[in-house]
């Protein structure tokens, strides 16, 4: 195969395989483990969603800065991966070696497929990047990218017709751009430098607050027994909904409900600090949601409050209640299909 190079000469295409391997991962994804509490009506233990907290924000700040720290590491790029989502958390085999010994007794959640995560930060512009892959503008270029219900505003399409491609309700897909753009504008390029007093800030392009963002809405969904931050599947009548946010006005749109799919509140189900701390990375102005740095350090501080929630008074370790997962469905050496939850 031939393929222009734009100057009217042609060469041959090269075509190439790689191959990534990674360990097995027995117990499927947070999506299906979700379906089936929405399905079974039994809320997520609250530690479990702890666990899973922390290691989604580690794994942000890891991208953003090179390692679970404040600071970035020498040499390292910033990496916003924009599509983090529910099936793309998966569920390995507990870890008897993790630190914060409740949670030996979880599957490990694990942060896969990386594909739609780039090397960028909000205010790039890598037009003229000598690798052609790299060669975008943040924003606009990464608008409209990632996975309805769980793309924050800043990832939103401009306009409205693209955005009913991803599901928005016809009524209101106009409301949401002309709110966009009056919340999130853009500033045309070139941007200025320095930035002028009296021009206010340009934060629609996405950064690390995009991947707070997308950790808040996971929360959530756990927090709701809700599989997908869409798809109108949820039990409740306030879960019949397109894209359970869509930022068209208004309280309803901006932020998802403070209920379980069954229809009763978060709280007191689950504790204020969790409900809260979620909510604080769904803020709808990326500036206004908690920072990723501060988010890893009140995840932490979180995960060992609940540890010492289950040390007895002569000290000895006792257990979170437990959750329920599919078990491995090929295990090694045996000739079974396991395809229940147990």
Not at 154 to 174: C, S, T, V, W
Not at 215 to 234: D, E, F, H, K, Q
Not at 302 to 320: E, I, K, L, Y
Request: charged share 20%; aromatic share 10%.
């Amino acid at each position: 195969m031939l393929i222009n190079q734009g100057d009217g000469s042609k060469k041959p295409r090269r075509r190439g395989i790689k191959r990534l391997l990674t360990e097995w991962v027995p117990h499927g994804h947070l999506a299906a483990f979700l379906n089936y509490y929405l399905e079974s009506g039994h809320l997520v233990p609250e530690p479990f969603i702890w666990y899973c907290f922390k290691v989604l924000t580690e794994v942000a700040l890891v991208c953003w800065n090179g390692q679970a720290s404040a600071t970035m590491a020498p040499g390292w790029e910033h990496i916003v991966n924009t599509d983090i989502k529910p099936d793309n958390v998966w569920l390995g085999a507990p870890d008897p070696t993790e630190p914060m010994e409740w949670a030996r007794r979880y599957p490990q959640p694990k942060v896969g497929d990386f594909g739609m995560a780039y090397r960028t930060h909000h205010g790039l512009d890598d037009r003229n990047n000598e690798d052609p892959q790299r060669r975008r503008v943040n924003p606009p270029d990464f608008q409209g990218w990632g996975t309805r219900g769980h793309m924050p505003p800043e990832m939103f399409y401009r306009n409205a017709k693209d955005n009913l491609h991803y599901g928005h309700n016809p009524a209101r897909a106009q409301q949401t751009v002309d709110r966009l753009n009056a919340i999130l504008p853009h500033t045309p390029l070139p941007w200025p430098n320095p930035w002028p007093a009296d021009v206010p800030p340009d934060n629609s392009g996405v950064h690390s607050w995009t991947m707070v963002w997308e950790i808040g809405m996971i929360i959530w969904c756990m927090l709701a027994t809700m599989a997908y931050g869409s798809r109108g599947v949820g039990q409740g009548k306030d879960y019949n909904l397109d894209i359970i946010v869509d930022f068209s006005g208004g309280p309803r749109h901006d932020l998802p409900p403070r209920m379980e799919s069954g229809g009763n509140p978060l709280r007191p189900a689950y504790s204020g600090r969790l409900v809260e701390l979620a909510f604080r990375c769904l803020e709808v102005l990326p500036t206004d949601r908690i920072d990723l740095a501060d988010l890893w350090k009140e995840v932490c501080e979180g995960c060992d409050d609940v540890g010492a929630q289950f040390v007895d008074a002569n000290g000895n370790r006792t257990w979170p209640n437990p959750v329920t997962y599919v078990p491995d469905k090929y295990p090694l050496g045996q000739n079974v299909l396991n395809d229940y939850y147990t």
